[in-house]
């Protein structure tokens, strides 16, 4: 891993540093506020009589932030200590659907339009006071509307431009659906971080005797959209790519979107190699199942999913039915997002930790370090390959 003390942090923090995890994104937020404290708690020593460094060293960097909800459903964003001179990082899960309040007595659970709205609420509530504004939204509101095939709404280039319009300079997200909706604010910081490394170290931390070469193992995007993923893994894991196209009924839709025929597939023989399947999300997981199923039809060995975001729309059921079958050995999904307990607790789960990778580009940032070396995980993987080769614990 790319440690906090190989990186050179000589300028000077654009601002003392806060943290807000808003409603949902608490968990997380912590898990990266305790990897600041102790960072900071190490390397304060020498910044310690250095006024530039005031406010440097504590014990928390998370700010009390809330949004209460009148009887009515609507809100208000209140901060309880002063922001003045920050620089804040706002974190956001604008997945977190387990997040309820009270709408005329009864219990209504947070869409994503909800949790954007208490973003948009909080900048707000800063109004202006602090130093600079950066938004930490892993799953970026609205991408998977980043484009238009007919007469329809631009949502994330929308959502994107109104957060700049409210003062956010920059934008990190993870994995992006499409991240050329940059270009919807070409002037603002916008960053979009692939977990690439964390998906290889945590399936080499669980799976003891894979055999990382292009004779047993291959990189599989399901879809034409996620080549450029299945490229860039096959490429540091030294492995062959394979790729599945959706044959789609463009005459009928079905609920908002043309239903998938078949799944086609481009490469080279999957027979008796361990497969991993790489994706942005795994949403309903039909696609990912259907996936699965051709290529243990074509005799593929161990199959394994791994996707950023485990939304899991549909429930688990068929995924524990494909695991019991051997049809899918292990799925990795980051912990960006709100994860269920009952999904934790599954035997073929591989849950994977943003949090030190996140806590590391907030602490370059703040000290307006380049993040360009912590956005290429190449160096990190062939290390931790080479680990695991060695047979030394990853």
Known sequence: ????????????????????????????????????????????????????????????????????????????????????????????????????YSLTGKTNHMSPDDHFQNLKRIIAAIGGKGRRINVIMPFLYESRQHKRSSRESLDCALALQELVRMGAENIITFDAHDPRVQNAIPLSGFETVSPTYQFVKGLLRTVKDLKIDSDHMMAISPDEGGTNRAVYLANVLGLDMGMFYKRRDYTRIVNGRNPIVAHEFLGSSVEGKDVIIIDDMISSGDSIIDVATELKRRKANRIFAAATFGLFTNGLEKFDKAYEEGLITGILTTNLIYQTPELLSKPYYINCDMSKYIALIIDTLNHDGSISSILSPNERIQHVIQKYKNGEPV
């Open 1 to 100: 891993m790319l440690r906090r003390t190989e990186r050179i942090l000589e300028n000077i923090p654009v601002g003392s540093l806060g943290l807000i995890a808003l409603t949902g994104c608490e968990e997380l937020g912590k898990k990266v506020d305790e990897y600041l404290v102790a960072w900071r708690h190490e390397s304060a020593n020498e910044y310690r009589d250095d006024i530039a460094f005031a406010g440097y060293e504590k014990d928390t960097y998370l700010i009390d932030a809330r949004v209460p909800r009148f009887g009515s459903g609507e809100a208000k964003g209140i901060l309880g200590e002063s922001v003045r001179g920050k620089d804040l990082y706002l974190m956001v899960d604008v997945c977190n659907y387990s997040v309820t």
